[in-house]
């Protein structure tokens, strides 16, 4: 086998990553681009320039990352919320342009995998992944491998009931209730907001009235700097994420679970109050053993995790 390379791109909502990246992981070359969401051929068009971008003779194949449920029979987007992707035969299309294997993976999925064989799961055989931003994500690996479902959906883990009576989910999702509706960064806004507003005195609440955006950033700050009310805001998200964790804890007894995106960034003052909740709730002795940490690879695990599944592809066709 001569090539040892594959391009990867991680697609956001926002931007578009993409690399030259090496069997250990190694981001090579790498190029950024806002993502291009006025139209679904604008989108292709610049999908397929970031490849030829970087294309030469050693990549052997491509992985694609995406912000989307995936159903890996068609190598299609089964429904994207933030990128217009729903109905393209992606894979096909792109095997056949570029002449090289290709693999698709859900974004969350993709950095589950990273995390696993170079960031903070390295050496685990069983490890859950979420991703905390504007949505959670999820990705489980059981047994050392990716378990992606009978269609490639699975590890949508952020879409489990944690209230029966609770409010609609959020994008295009038809829960009720839902972990992701309540414990990501768009949850920490919202509940953040409603202290700013009830508590005008405190510091959220002076931000507020400041015109300042009361987001999850400016909250975590707040809280790392010792301010009682963003702290409280960030222990009912960590509480709540922590009613999630013990689940998990209980259907897959992980060794490891793994916190990161964006909203990670309040780090143990959303971690501290989930591991209490774990080591209340979740059944022994899976919960004793369990261990809750932030991820280790940053914005950079998408890009490595397509990397991976990019190998994966070349791998079966090489066999
Ligand atoms: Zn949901």
Do not use: W
């Not at 991703?131 to 990716?146: A, D, F, H, R, V």
């Amino acid at each position: 086998m001569t090539e040892q390379h594959v391009i990867a791109i991680d697609l956001g909502g926002t931007k578009l990553a993409a690399g030259v990246v090496d069997r250990e992981g190694t981001v090579l070359r790498r190029t950024e681009h806002p993502t291009e969401t006025s139209s679904q051929d604008a989108l292709l068009a610049q999908i397929d320039g970031a490849i030829e971008e970087l294309m030469n003779g050693e990549v052997g194949a491509l992985g694609i990352g995406i912000p989307s449920l995936i159903d890996q029979r068609a190598g299609q987007a089964g429904s994207s919320v933030n990128v217009p992707l729903t109905g393209v035969h992606l894979r096909d299309q792109l095997a056949t342009r570029f002449g090289v294997p290709v693999a698709l993976e859900n974004d969350a999925n993709a950095a589950a995998l990273a995390e696993h064989r170079f960031g903070a799961g390295r050496g685990t055989a069983h490890m859950v992944l979420l991703t905390l931003g504007t949505g959670i994500g999820g990705g489980l690996i059981l047994n050392g491998e990716l378990y992606r479902g009978s269609l490639g959906t699975a590890g949508e883990l952020g879409h489990i009931t944690i209230d029966l009576n609770g409010s609609r989910c959020q994008g295009t999702c038809p829960g009720i209730g839902h972990l992701e509706a309540l414990a990501s960064g768009t949850a920490a806004d919202r509940l953040a907001e409603d202290v700013a507003r009830a508590r005008p005195t405190s510091g959220l609440g002076r931000a507020l009235a400041e015109g300042r955006d009361v987001d999850p950033r400016l909250t975590v700050e707040l809280a790392k700097s010792g301010d009682p009310d963003a702290r409280e805001v960030l222990d009912t998200i960590g509480y709540r994420l922590g009613v999630g964790i013990a689940s998990y804890v209980n259907i897959f007894n992980p060794e490891l679970v793994v916190v990161g995106g964006g909203f990670s960034r309040a780090g143990d003052l959303v971690l501290e109050p989930a591991r209490k909740v774990v080591a209340e709730r979740a059944l022994p002795p899976a919960r004793d053993a369990v261990r809750i940490e932030l991820a280790v690879l940053g914005p950079e695990a998408g890009l490595i995790g397509a990397a991976v599944v990019g190998f994966e592809a070349l791998d079966s066709v090489a066999v």
